[in-house]
């Protein structure tokens, strides 16, 4: 387990990076103030950001869960999500038990042609019709060392039906081995075009963690590097006093974040199935105001 200090407390891994980031936005991004963007506030004012662009993130998986303790990551939801995408293939907020995507559902709970229902569209392939994540699985357990092994739900033909753009949109799944180890180690590269630092960054990490967790059991490996690229990370004007109140907290050391060994097949994962122990973190910020 790897630990970094700050003031006296135990600090994880994925909280120096948290901090650090925000701090280099915070001091060195630049403000879209006055320009054109597209997100408003709800009062119906523009919501203008502070951003870097090219924001590249590293976490080893096999040292520590990377949930921050500023504030706690609310990990089974994360995972409910992760497996609306992945494993129901839902486009359908009805199948999802949080209110995380009611703003952009139509009155019958569809998100139109987006996240799940880009990854249950069957493709042909030389082994037979497959759909994207059927694809990743096949390839993990057959061709473990392809270099072709990825997922991609920003599909141009379908973005005029899509009631949002994805933001993490691509999967890149690479397999190396440890000298004298008996498993393959799994590793992935995350790519995001957009990031609501404050809203979804944690979020997003520790849902493709877990991705990576079960893929991992599913196919005899261990977990490795989880690669985070985000090309536009931003803070929004009324979120940088709260971020800057976040990143002064105490922090904590990682929690233990674990699955059920039981479970060797992805279809069969539930939110259930997630043991999280010892998560130790600072109080949740209530209200915060989202950009649509």
């Known amino acids: 387990m790897t630990n970094f200090q700050k003031k006296g407390n135990l600090m994880s891994l994925a909280d120096k990076i948290f901090i650090d980031m925000c701090q280099d936005i915070i001091d060195n991004g630049l403000s879209t103030e006055g320009e054109k963007v597209r997100p408003k506030w709800e009062d119906g004012s523009f919501a203008y950001t502070v951003k870097r662009f090219g924001v590249v993130n590293r976490y080893d998986l ?3 869960f990377p949930a921050i303790t500023l504030r706690k990551t609310a990990l089974k939801s994360a995972l409910d999500e992760t497996l609306w995408i992945w494993q129901k293939k839902s486009n359908n907020i009805h199948d999802l038990n949080s209110k995380i995507w009611d703003s952009w559902a139509d009155e019958t709970g569809s998100i139109g042609k987006a996240y799940g229902y880009q990854m249950q569209v069957k493709h042909e392939y030389k082994e037979g019709m497959m759909d994207q994540v059927d694809r990743v699985l096949y390839d993990l357990r057959n061709n473990p060392y392809s270099r072709r092994i990825m997922t991609n739900i920003y599909v141009h033909q379908d973005l005029h039906e899509m009631n949002l753009y994805p933001c993490a949109y691509s999967m890149t799944f690479n397999v190396t081995k440890e000298k004298d180890s008996e498993q393959l180690t799994l590793n992935a590269i995350l790519n995001q075009r957009s990031q609501d630092v404050l809203a979804a960054n944690n979020w997003n990490v520790c849902q493709y963690a877990l991705l990576m967790h079960m893929f991992a059991q599913s196919c005899n490996m261990k977990v490795g590097e989880l690669v985070h690229v985000i090309a536009d990370a931003h803070i929004y004007d009324r979120h940088i006093p709260l971020i800057k109140e ?34 130790q973190a600072g109080p949740q910020i209530k209200d915060i105001p989202i950009a649509i």
Do not use: C, G, H, Q
């Open 62 to 64: 096999s040292k520590e």
């Open 246 to 279: 976040l990143i002064t907290r105490p922090t904590f050391d990682a929690p233990t974040v674990k699955l059920n060994p039981d479970v060797k097949d992805f279809y069969e994962f539930t939110v259930d199935d997630l043991i999280v122990e010892n998560y």
